[in-house]
């Protein structure tokens, strides 16, 4: 027999009411559980994207009995709870904890490791705190199993589009040359001052990030460009989406070049020597991806020989990158802790979003950002 469970998501409830998510009308039974309009308008607003198929349909699904949840700030569980509360939801602090937990599990929320799928073999979700991925979609039995796998993509969208513009502005009016000089306390003017207006930038990967910085580089009269895997569509304020294969034509005429693509097989070590000796002499260069997509040694020779005017990382390869990592000496790189995600607005938007993936999983409605493990994003 199924379990019903209630629904209150930001505070609202709807019952036996005419809901609409991403273009579906249906009509919702008396005491059944249906989003509010708080998560209509959060799906609307950032772009979420539904499964096609209801999850009920997939091989295995059954309503879940019991839940492992890594905390993510106070009163989580309880918030599960409101959504679900004919399951049992168990917190595990460490990802050993959450292995030892996993037996009677049914789905996990914010671990995925080999050896957590090993010991659940009634494991048929793991939804995923981040966007990236690509530790999770490389475990075999993901696939094997055909475990579904949802993330946060496009949630922290926005603000690491800002964070992006915010490096950009760095280098334009010089605050990375006056920020030291005010340490020292120097006067020095200095003429190596840019302008954004009119400038070309290219956004490698336009998904969920690439296109708020895409979105936000127009709105500074920048002309955009793009590469993407998946098509040559994109927003109308996009002048070209290219494929893979025009990426290195297209940075030809950058001047500002930003990563935001996913780590995959086809993008590790995609800016290497090639890629630098390609792009436009006095570019520079953004990293918001992952640090593996970048052959760090080729990303130094370019800043140190002047083919890049500069670099603005947020991920590097290693982290933490070392004390002594030649990086920390170079005078025309920025350098963030892979903080870009980060905001004032804290967990409230990923938390609302694992909320209603868990109702909906429940009952085994379309789950939202379900991860295609075949391409890793």
């Not at 589009?161 to 010089?174: I, K, P, S, W, Y």
């Not at 290219?202 to 910085?213: H, K, Y």
């Not at 209603?356 to 379309?366: L, S």
């Amino acid at each position: 027999m199924k379990r019903a469970a209630t629904v209150v998501i930001c505070g609202a409830w709807i019952v036996g009411a005419l809901v609409a998510v991403g273009g579906v009308t249906a009509i919702a039974a008396p005491g059944v559980p249906t989003p509010s309009e708080d998560i209509v308008d959060l799906v609307t607003r950032l772009g979420l994207v539904e499964e096609q198929t209801p999850v009920r349909e997939r091989a295995g699904w059954r309503p879940p009995r019991t839940i492992v949840v890594r905390p993510a700030g106070p009163g989580l569980v309880e918030a599960l709870r409101q959504v679900a509360p004919g399951v049992k939801f168990v917190e595990a602090g460490t990802a050993e904890a959450a292995a030892m937990l996993a037996a009677k599990a049914d789905a996990v929320l914010g671990f995925c490791a080999a050896d957590l799928l090993a010991a659940g073999p009634n494991v048929r979700w793991i939804q995923s705190y981040s966007a990236g991925v690509e530790q999770c979609v490389a475990i075999p039995a993901l696939r094997e199993r055909d475990i579904l796998l949802t993330n946060m993509q496009r949630v922290a969208g926005p603000v690491m589009a800002e964070h992006v513009l915010a490096m950009m502005f760095a280098f334009a009016r010089g605050l990375d040359f006056y920020i030291p000089e005010h340490s020292a306390r120097r006067w020095t003017p200095t003429s190596r001052m840019v302008t954004l207006d009119g400038k070309t930038v290219l956004v490698v990967g336009l998904g969920g990030i690439g296109t708020e910085v895409a979105k936000r580089a127009h709105a500074l009269g920048m002309k955009v460009d793009a590469v993407r895997a998946s098509g040559r569509e994109g927003p109308e304020y996009v002048r070209e989406v290219g494929l893979p294969a025009d990426l290195l034509r297209l940075a030809a005429t950058a001047d500002f070049i930003v990563n935001t693509t996913p780590l995959t097989p086809a993008t590790r070590q995609l800016y290497d020597a090639k890629f630098f000796a390609a792009a436009k002499p006095g570019a520079y260069f953004f990293n918001v991806g992952r640090g593996q997509s970048v052959v760090q040694s080729a990303l130094v020779d370019a800043l140190r020989s002047g083919r890049l005017a500069g670099a603005g990382l947020d991920v590097t390869d290693p982290e933490p990158l070392p004390a002594d990592d030649v990086m920390w000496s170079l005078p025309n790189v920025i350098l963030t802790p892979h903080v870009s995600a980060r905001s004032d607005l804290g967990d409230a938007l990923r938390v609302a979003i694992l909320r209603e993936n868990v109702r909906r999983y429940v009952q085994g409605e379309r789950m939202l950002s379900v991860v295609d493990t075949r391409r890793g994003y």
